[in-house]
């Protein structure tokens, strides 16, 4: 990716799938190789067509109108002056263009103050949430043991026999929640010898190489996973945990992930748009991160949790629920991960939690996915984008973000 | 087949695709074989579930609540009577079970006054059309005529230079609208040697088979297609005119069909759901049969073209554009094709005209799909079905289906 850099590898101008049929070279496909969806900077394009790239079923909305979402646009943002963790000025307006952010939405005491769509986004556009898939689910099994339908402290394998040679067999549901499990589980995405890898393969992300007989599902795959040090020792980052959650909450209730969620919160937030799931090759909802919905539908999702679970005149979900996720839980065990971007941080039902003087906690994604929350400063910035580091943690998507987000909350408490 | 009837296919009584994950051999690919989703009776479970399997592009609704459609449930219509074309005497209610209905809805002077899903189907769910699809770009590329946006008289070439050494050169829109161009294409679905096979492939609907260097999208297919006879000879039902009259009205426009859809259709009715077609593998929509859609909406569709385009409070294509096609064309181009159940019919612009007593006419898709409108009964039926037959035309599903629709209207009439 040396020469790219957001404006060369803006889509549009790009003219990637424009005409018909687009050029040949202009085409994306569901496949790797050169013009395939998974790679920089066709991502750039992919990120906000993941449904006519591959299988996906619908997150419905219902037939009501969409709850309002009022306009108080400001024209005081994009000036907002920061300073990056390494040190460098800028300001809001010169970190959205740099981190390849393909949309933004800023709301404030629940009105819209800030909104932009880049390159091949738009306001009706679902984009993949990647990784902010995990908060939905985390929310979903934090309800669900509220309510009594799962019981956190029990072992996995009471509700999913299946698991019972694997890893998660004495793991709690709260250790997976939290990701606190003992599991050989690299989710190191430049080591080509990760189990994400595998992962990516079993969810039907990757076109499996010529010759493979691995797990063809993600339910199969997880039965591979072995333990890998003890269960509570500490936080570490796997995508497998949420795949179990979620496995193990469509288990109990009997209902797929895209119907719970539809149910549960899409239908009760007045969402804007369907949403959608990518399936792995046996059907079942990717829940680790194959979340899409529009940029306005998640800024909702958070204004919701703003409101301890209040949106659109309901309660949603229970205040409780939500106030466990916004206290997080023990740093010590987060601290263990070593994120140098995220000092004093928690990990808590699959949402981070920061423990700041905004009291900000958030849902986050690879390549620049965000919903982030701060209850001090009744704000909540949404935000997609297609930068072409996958990780958050110690990157530069962290680096610059965290502080924007909060110089940006902070501009509008004054 | 021979061992399955409508009762032992029910997908629901089969177990397909149930529990987290489902059995292996419940569990319906994306690909052929016996698992395939394009096998009978797994079709069963697949129409109603395309999107799961493949990739998509979403015909948007937008963001009103959609428009109202009253039920009116009568309780006397399944016992209504009738003759098939073989003389059989029968009801409207074994008829439908017969057929292997997924789902109808009738409506009588704008209300729903019989509803019915079966197997795999429920109102929220889209189902595949087919070549009802066809109905709706011909809608489309009348409008556009009437608007002076194409010119019908003009030879295909004229706005689509690809085809200048295809069959379509010479054709005329209007020929290509009417399916009375001369082009060497089988539709025969049981001839493994018909052009339809390969325009599966093209169009990703079917996995090409080890080997294959044919085309790859459904406009480089397009191109190969010589010339068989004389354009404006008689009727053939032939796919590929909706294809190239789909591939013209995107170029003319530089609007994609889905948007067109929806900004022209879906908007404007006030659908329920969002729609979607299926993409081929370059991304374009597949026009000839990619439609999936709520039979609710199938059904204000209908309504819409019985109230000469008027529905929802305003006029949605001209009235004189759909008395152009309720009017139907010259029966004797009509006749050559030979269609033993529709004796007197015509077609215009992608449409089936009765020129019978209730002034019938309709939008057809193979495995029984189809919406009917009768003018003079006040009357639309939508259907989806999953037929293990393909063809209509001569098959068990017209000598049964249009005798039945008659005679449902006709006892509505009363």
Redesign the interface.
């Known amino acids: 990716m040396s020469n790219w850099n957001p404006q060369n590898s803006d889509p549009v101008t790009r003219g990637l799938?424009s005409g018909?049929?687009?050029a040949r070279d202009k085409?994306?496909?569901?496949e790797g190789g050169e013009l395939g969806g998974n790679s920089f900077p066709n991502t750039r394009w992919a990120f906000s067509?993941q449904?006519?790239?591959?299988?996906?079923?619908?997150v419905?909305r219902g037939?009501?109108?969409?709850s309002a979402l009022p306009h108080k646009l400001r024209d005081d943002i994009d000036a907002v002056a920061f300073t990056t963790m390494e040190g460098e000025q800028t300001t809001w307006g010169a970190s959205i263009e740099a981190l390849y952010t393909d949309g933004i939405v800023i709301l404030h005491r629940g009105s819209i103050v800030y909104e932009t769509y880049r390159g091949a986004l738009s306001a009706?556009l679902p984009h993949i949430a990647f990784s902010v898939t995990k908060s939905f689910v985390g929310l979903i099994a934090a309800t669900l043991a509220h309510e009594g339908v799962i019981d956190t402290a029990a072992p996995v394998a009471r509700y999913l026999p299946e698991l019972a040679k694997s890893a998660f067999a004495d793991a709690t549901v709260r250790q997976v929640m939290d990701m606190t499990t003992g599991v050989k589980y690299s989710e190191n995405y430049t080591d080509p010898l990760a189990e994400v890898r595998t992962y990516g393969i079993a969810a039907g992300y990757s076109k499996p190489p010529e010759g493979y007989t691995g797990p063809d599902?993600i339910?199969?795959f997880l039965a591979t996973l072995p333990k890998q040090g003890e269960h509570g020792a500490g936080f570490t980052y796997k995508t497998c945990n949420t795949e179990v959650l979620a496995?193990l909450i469509?288990?109990v209730t009997g209902k797929?992930m895209p119907q719970l969620i539809s149910e549960r919160i899409w239908q009760k937030l007045g969402m804007?748009?369907?949403g959608?799931l990518h399936?792995d090759?046996?059907?079942?909802a990717a829940c680790g991160g194959g979340l899409n919905l529009s940029l306005r539908d998640l800024a909702r999702f958070g204004e919701m949790m703003r409101n301890r679970g209040q949106y659109n005149g309901q309660q949603i979900v229970p205040a409780t629920v939500v106030d466990d996720i916004a206290g997080g839980a023990r740093k010590e065990d987060f601290a263990k991960a070593g994120y140098a971007t995220m000092p004093g941080w928690s990990y808590r039902s699959q949402w981070w939690v920061s423990h700041d003087d905004l009291n900000a906690y958030t849902a986050r994604g690879i390549h620049g996915q965000v919903c982030w929350i701060a209850p001090k400063a009744e704000v909540v910035i949404a935000r997609f984008a297609s930068h072409p580091v996958a990780a958050n943690g110690n990157s530069i998507l962290d680096k610059v973000s965290l502080p924007a987000y909060a110089a940006v909350a902070k501009h509008l408490m004054r």
């Open positions: 799938m018909f049929p687009p085409t994306i496909r569901p067509h449904r006519e790239l591959k299988p996906t079923a619908t419905r037939p009501a109108a969409p009706d599902s339910a199969s496995w469509q288990r797929p804007e748009e369907d959608y399936v090759p046996v059907g079942m």
